[in-house]
């Protein structure tokens, strides 16, 4: 790989939510690493062979670590690959994706893992971190090679979208997992109650769709807790979406069960309402709940109570989409949109901006222990520059992601990416490079 010659940042807005710091700066990239922060806008003495970016108060962030994203590959490599994946991340300034099991096969073993790392050691733009399956198949039977996939690179457990049934299954899962330091992800959902296509209320009674009751989050959620608990394993709770489900966590975190959470960027922007006349972009699982459930979701955010936000990634094309509500996959594309759309909460007073650049960066790296989600010197050089108040018009048939299933597309957003650098490489650009 060639080399590159060093970067210096200047006249930028910092944003360090690892240090809680937010003000003027500049910062140094060299060898792929930060050489350098200094909190004042300007930086004297530069030498020639430095090559300049002036912000003009533009924020420049620790590069977006997203815990939850699908790809098509192995096997649906027509949904997305890992490099249209990697492309769409770096687009939207994000560096870092855990990608998820269920694909073909699935990654329950250390070969498929190793596949997925060599891959995107290939492709050289984000760097992807795979989630392993937590049970054979994903099938919820039998307990997966977790250890090995461990040593092979694997960052968390999960079987994604399908629950695991079986309690027992549950704790040996947990009990192994945590033996290793590696955490489980689990979605909670009662399947029996999950047979709908929409949040189950009024709205989805006059449209004819079959309800999903938030009951059905919350009963699986107080199993789950209950289970991380009496194992002392470090769970996390995948996308949460019900008002009720906070009651639990919150109940959990003071008694100091090892529980985190995350929220997908699409239940922080979104409710029941937006799917309209059967808009199936907006179909997704866990379904849109009621406007109050976005709210409290929100200010679970502000307060802590949940860790993380994902973009939940999940493409489809368009003739998975294109089909009657109840029969259309679920999903939607949100790499390049998650940090406009985060930033909108910024912009209406709903956090602060380092609070909000934390549940992307600093937070989601610590959970998983990622050398990512800091501007500290010696640490890799994974930023991006982003004008937080750059007018942006999503359409989805100019996103990078080979599918297209963004229930953004035609809404205005703030937050335009200027470049994105990976180990101090850039790897997405709108903005000029100059020689001193």
């Avoid at 997203?66 to 249209?84: I, M, N």
């Avoid at 870092?96 to 891959?119: A, K």
């Avoid at 449209?207 to 394993?233: Q, V």
């Avoid at 973009?311 to 094309?317: D, L, T, W």
Wanted: hydrophobic content about 45%.
């Amino acid at each position: 790989m060639a080399e590159t010659r060093p970067l210096a940042f200047t006249g930028a807005r910092l944003v360090d939510p690892a240090a809680g710091y937010d003000g003027p700066g500049c910062l140094m990239v060299a060898d792929g690493v930060i050489a350098e922060v200094i909190r004042q806008p300007t930086h004297e003495g530069l030498s020639a062979d430095i090559e300049v970016v002036a912000c003009d108060g533009a924020m420049l962030a620790p590069g977006l670590v997203d815990l939850r994203v699908k790809t098509g590959e192995p096997g649906a490599e027509t949904k997305e690959t890992l490099k249209s994946a990697a492309r769409a991340a770096v687009a939207g300034g994000v560096t870092s994706i855990v990608v998820q099991p269920d694909t073909d096969p699935v990654v329950d073993e250390p070969s498929v893992v190793d596949f997925i790392l060599r891959r995107s050691r290939d492709i050289g733009l984000a760097k992807v971190y795979p989630a392993g399956a937590a049970t054979k198949g994903m099938e919820g039977r039998v307990m997966a090679e977790i250890g090995l996939m461990r040593e092979a690179g694997c960052v968390y457990v999960t079987d994604v979208d399908r629950p695991i049934v079986d309690s027992q299954v549950m704790r040996r899962v947990l009990v192994y997992a945590n033996g290793f330091g590696v955490p489980v992800s689990h979605r909670p959902s009662d399947p029996w109650l999950s047979t709908g296509a929409a949040h189950e209320g009024e709205f989805a009674g006059r449209m004819g769709l079959a309800g999903i009751p938030e009951a059905a989050e919350r009963i699986m959620l107080e199993r789950d807790l209950a289970l991380a608990e009496l194992t002392g394993a470090s769970l996390i709770i995948d996308q949460l979406s019900s008002a009720a489900s906070l009651e639990s966590l919150k109940r959990a975190k003071d008694r100091g069960v090892a529980v985190h959470a995350t929220v997908s960027i699409n239940h922080l922007s979104f409710n029941e309402l937006d799917i309209g006349d059967y808009r199936t972009f907006y179909k997704l699982v866990p379904p849109l709940r009621a406007e109050d459930d976005r709210q409290a979701l929100i200010e679970a955010l502000a307060s802590g109570l949940i860790d993380v936000v994902v973009s939940a990634h999940a493409p489809a094309p368009a003739e998975d989409k294109r089909l009657p509500f109840d029969e259309a996959a679920p999903g939607a594309v949100g790499l390049e949109t998650l940090l406009p759309a985060l930033l909108t909460l910024f912009h209406e007073g709903r956090g602060s901006l380092v609070d909000l650049m934390a549940t992307v960066t600093a937070k989601p790296a610590r959970l998983l222990g990622l050398d990512a989600g800091t501007l500290t010197a010696g640490a890799p050089a994974d930023l991006v520059l982003c004008d937080i108040g750059g007018p942006i018009r999503i359409d989805a048939d100019k996103l990078i992601s080979k599918s297209k299933n963004s229930p953004f597309d035609g809404r205005s957003l703030q937050g335009k990416v200027l470049m994105t650098l990976v180990d101090g490489r850039i790897v997405h650009s709108a903005r000029a490079v100059v020689a001193v």
